[in-house]
Antibody, heavy 119, light 113 residues
Framework: QLQLQESGSGLVKPSQTLSLTCAVSGDSISSTRYSWSWIRQPPGKGLEWIGYIYHTGSTYYNPSLQSRVTISLDRSKNQFSLRLSSVTAADTAVYYC???????????WGQGTLVAVSS | DIVMTQSPDSLAVSLGERATINCKSSQSVLYSSKNKSYLAWYQHKAGQPPKLLLYWASTRESGVPDRFSGSGSGTDFTLTISSLQAEDVAVYYCHQYYSTPPTFGQGTKVEIK
């Protein structure tokens, strides 16, 4: 059974960099079939896709966040990571990692982790 | 970007009654050569991650009760809960995975009347 688990800092100061990791178990992130995504939900708002990464390491980011986002793979640890720079209060959200995003739906999700941006 | 618009934003339905949610995409999400619409529906309960209910517009994910059904093609889609149960209270989202960036509808909140 595939499982994803987010981890990282739950509190980030404005202008600093948010960093999260998604540990994957039950499947290899090197699988050629899937992409691996980050999605967020600000309080009281809907779901926003942040970006995804393929097994090759190719990445695609939401144009609205592209200048601040980096998603990377660590095949040795079977995990992928999110870095979002220059955060503001608007980046406060529950952040989810998920499998899928391009040509396939998001079929497995992590439990989500709340990241607050505050001084 | 493909804009996904759901209606209504919220609805209250009596237990055992039908709930219907609509989703419209700003351009077709039908992949003609495969004859599949790249449209999924999710159920999102408070404190939990979203759960995939349906994909290819009408294919139920494993384990999803058959009271959940999807229909539509191209740009217009519908999620139907045939007989609302208490555990169905949630926000429901449609999602297109036809093109990058993948986009979601704004969500429809389903409550018990």
């Amino acid at each position: 059974q595939l499982q994803l688990q987010e981890s990282g800092s739950g509190l980030v100061k404005p202008s600093q960099t948010l960093s999260l990791t998604c540990a994957v178990s039950g499947d290899s992130i090197s699988s050629t079939r899937y992409s691996w995504s980050w999605i967020r939900q600000p309080p009281g708002k809907g779901l926003e896709w942040i970006g995804y990464i393929y097994h090759t390491g190719s990445t695609y980011y939401n144009p609205s966040l592209q200048s601040r986002v980096t998603i990377s793979l660590d095949r040795s640890k079977n995990q992928f990571s999110l870095r979002l720079s220059s955060v503001t209060a608007a980046d406060t959200a529950v952040y989810y990692c998920a499998r899928g995003g391009v040509l396939i739906p998001f079929d497995y999700w992590g439990q989500g982790t709340l990241v607050a941006v505050s001084s | 970007d493909i804009v996904m618009t759901q209606s209504p934003d919220s609805l209250a339905v009596s237990l055992g009654e039908r709930a219907t949610i609509n989703c419209k995409s700003s351009q077709s999400v039908l992949y003609s050569s495969k004859n599949k619409s790249y449209l999924a529906w999710y159920q999102h309960k408070a404190g939990q991650p979203p759960k995939l209910l349906l994909y290819w517009a009408s294919t139920r994910e494993s384990g999803v009760p058959d009271r959940f059904s999807g229909s539509g093609s191209g740009t217009d889609f519908t999620l139907t809960i045939s007989s609302l149960q208490a555990e169905d209270v949630a926000v429901y989202y449609c999602h297109q995975y036809y093109s990058t960036p993948p986009t979601f509808g704004q969500g429809t909140k389903v409550e018990i009347k």
